[in-house]
């Protein structure tokens, strides 16, 4: 139990500053340990998504490179219209390449077409033959003709415009073709050029003057390559030159340089070698090592008029040995892809390859596995290209579409390169929000519910001290009432009996020196049995005796006992007695009753010792919640604000240095609480003019 008062010297003040200082030396470490637990968790939980983001680049790298691999397997006969059927060694069957179904049915994403740039410039694609006198032994009807002219007239705007084509020539003998001159573009040419062939004594060449050949022709300078292939310098310039084209190409999206990122989670990053922000490819995929190869071939002669397809052709077929370099892949200025590799064959290059829409490949390989994915609810994605920004997908919490680089906020997840030969591309995943992670949530509760635990403690404890200080206070002044009550009446008591005792007083006044001593000491008596009666509820020593008593004899000892008070005290006193309840019964203990009318009474008393009109009421009568006893006076009442108060042990109104009324403060705290030790009740209620005490107690 807490002590207050001079010695001890603890006062609300100070408690509320111990309290105070206690609260922050628990509260400050657990506010640390919560938010390090959340730090960690958001760790934890960047990490998690940067693992999603990691696997799902591994996911798209690879059906990238599944694609490209089904590209590097084609063969060089592919790009042309015709092929040989089965092993070139033993068959003779010729029939249309893959890649001359139309429309095409090619896996790679956003395929526009196939095409050929021979070593001296001449275009040529799968779709079409080579060199074509009746398309009808080709099974072309006109329709599907025209389809094909359409795509290959794309095919040569597209490359033409991006300067891949110069100086493209029309054979006079294409017959078929040449009517197209008139509609082609002047700067792309209008026909198509068959491959040259060569001897077949040729593919035979000892591997000494081949290989000589191939390195006289493959130079290491790029200018000696363009002046040994002019008409295909500008494939040799195509990835040196992606700065030019980049700046040649109108980029509404802008750069990545210009998404306006946080560096938290770089910062966060940097503290865990593991899991390293930037990472400069994918991890490697189950590939095949991309590597120039060497293959045979078999190219057909040109077909003659009329021959039909799968005809015996034996004399036709000529096999060559080339050199297939691994697919490279560029951005031209028109916003398209183009996807090529360079074939060598008896000291000569051909170029072959495909062109691509850029927004369909990123939408069939990249937008679609990232949408599908648990990364899109709460991240975008960027994909660009050398720093120039390609697509900006959003995710599905952004609510809105992106159309700017400048438009991506928030904090880099994870950034990374493709493997080649898409190398180049580059996939940023950005997140304006880093959901928290699993445990999030119950450490916000268990935070949340601690602080709350803290704060209820600490109420409960301030609360509980300054019951104790007042406690002690009310103690202090206790023991000075008493002190009071005690000494007034025993000096008092004390001087007439010295006065009776040495025959000072005449015989009218010792009449009322007696009574006066009676009196006093009974008034001695009261507080005793007071102070014996709160020691005894203090040790829960307190043991009624209840039993069944009429009402008629309550109100015959009630008349005994305050009768004689109330008229010493210069009081009159007016009994209003219901007679429908003189013959109830109820269940108490007499002492008991007559302790608290008596406590009643006498607060009355010394309550309205100023008052006007000295008098007291005391009614008895029945009422629904049982039998109901009042003590009524007419002094000044009882404050709104002290009503409850005045039931608590020790408390009394006023300041105890400028108080004039007596009294010990335990007085109606033991009728409240000898009221409930017999099952009732004690309240008080204001008058005109007056207060009323109400005792209720329940009857048979």
Not at 121 to 133: A, K, W
Not at 176 to 184: H, R, W
Not at 505 to 531: C, G, M
Not at 573 to 590: F, N, T
């Amino acid at each position: 139990m807490l002590k207050a008062g001079p010695s001890a010297g603890l006062r609300p003040a100070r408690l509320r500053l111990f309290l105070g200082a206690l609260l922050l030396a628990l509260a400050l470490p657990s506010a640390v340990l919560v938010w390090q637990t959340q730090q960690q968790l958001r760790f934890e939980s960047l990490h998690q998504y940067r693992a999603l983001a990691e696997e799902l680049a591994v996911r798209i790298d690879a059906e990238l490179q599944r694609v490209v691999s089904a590209e590097e397997a084609r063969t060089q006969s592919e790009y042309l219209f015709l092929v040989v059927a089965g092993d070139p060694s033993t068959s003779t069957m010729v029939q249309r390449s893959p890649l001359a179904e139309f429309p095409d049915q090619a896996t790679f994403p956003g395929l526009i077409g196939h095409f050929q740039v021979d070593a001296d410039g001449s275009f040529s694609t799968p779709l079409l033959p080579e060199s074509v006198i009746d398309n009808a032994g080709f099974g072309l009807d006109q329709g599907d003709l025209d389809k094909r002219l359409a795509l290959r007239r794309q095919l040569l705007d597209v490359l033409s415009r991006n300067q891949l084509l110069v100086d493209v020539r029309v054979p006079a003998d294409n017959k078929l073709l040449g009517g197209l001159a008139a509609q082609l573009p002047a700067a792309a040419g209008s026909s198509s050029t068959s491959v040259s062939p060569s001897p077949q004594a040729d593919a035979q060449m000892p591997a000494k003057n081949e290989a000589g050949k191939r390195a006289e022709s493959r130079q290491s300078d790029s200018g000696s390559r363009q002046q040994e292939y002019p008409a295909q310098a500008a494939f040799d310039q195509l990835n040196a030159a992606n700065a030019k084209v980049a700046a040649g190409y109108n980029n509404q999206l802008g750069r990545v340089d210009e998404l306006r990122l946080g560096k938290a989670f770089e910062e966060a990053g940097k503290k865990d070698a593991s899991a390293a922000l930037a990472q400069t490819r994918v991890p490697p995929s189950n590939i095949t090592a991309r590597s120039t190869r060497k293959e045979q071939s078999a190219i057909p002669e040109a077909v003659a008029d009329k021959r039909k397809l799968g005809a015996d052709a034996s004399n036709q077929v000529r096999i060559f040995e080339s050199e297939v370099d691994p697919f490279e892949f560029g951005m031209l200025a028109s916003g398209h892809g183009v996807l090529f590799r360079k074939v060598w064959r008896d000291g000569r290059r051909t170029i072959q390859g495909m062109l691509i829409d850029r927004d369909a490949f990123v939408d069939g390989i990249v937008a679609n596995a990232f949408r599908a994915s648990s990364l899109w609810p709460m991240s975008d994605l960027v994909v660009a290209y050398q720093q120039e920004v390609l697509r900006l997908l959003p995710g599905q919490s952004a609510g809105r579409g992106l159309y700017s680089a400048r438009q991506v906020q928030g904090e880099l997840l994870y950034q990374t390169h493709l493997s080649a030969p898409l190398d180049k591309l580059q996939l940023l995943w950005t997140i304006r929000h880093l959901p928290p992670g699993a445990g999030a949530r119950i450490v916000n509760w268990a935070g949340a519910l601690l602080l709350l635990v803290l704060i209820a403690g600490f109420l409960a404890l301030y609360r509980l001290g300054l019951r104790q200080i007042l406690l002690a206070r009310q103690q202090q002044d206790f023991v000075s009432a008493v002190s009071h009550e005690l000494k007034t009446p025993l000096t008092s008591i004390r001087m007439y009996a010295e006065m009776l005792k040495e025959g000072w007083a005449s015989d009218e006044k010792k009449r009322s020196y007696y009574e006066f001593i009676h009196d006093e000491s009974e008034r001695l008596s009261r507080l005793i049995a007071n102070v014996l009666q709160l020691a005894r509820m203090e040790r829960n020593d307190l043991v009624l005796e209840r039993k069944s008593t009429r009402v008629g004899t309550l109100i015959d000892i009630l008349q005994s006992k305050v009768h004689t008070q109330i008229e010493r005290a210069g009081f009159s006193v007016e009994y209003l007695i219901d007679p429908e309840c003189i013959e109830r019964e109820v269940d108490v203990d007499a002492d008991a009753f007559s302790q608290i009318l008596i406590n009643l009474t006498d607060n009355a008393i010394k309550f309205s010792q100023a008052a006007p009109e000295h008098r007291i009421e005391i009614g008895v009568c029945v009422r629904a919640a049982g039998l109901l006893v009042s003590v009524r006076d007419y002094g000044p009442g009882v404050q709104k604000s002290q009503m409850k108060k005045i039931f608590q042990l020790f408390y009394r109104s006023g300041n105890e240095l400028t108080r004039e009324s007596l009294g010990t403060g335990i007085g109606l705290a033991l009728v409240r609480q000898l009221a409930r030790a017999m099952g009732g009740e004690v309240d008080v209620i204001n008058r005109e003019p007056g207060a009323e005490f109400q005792l209720r107690l329940p009857v048979r």
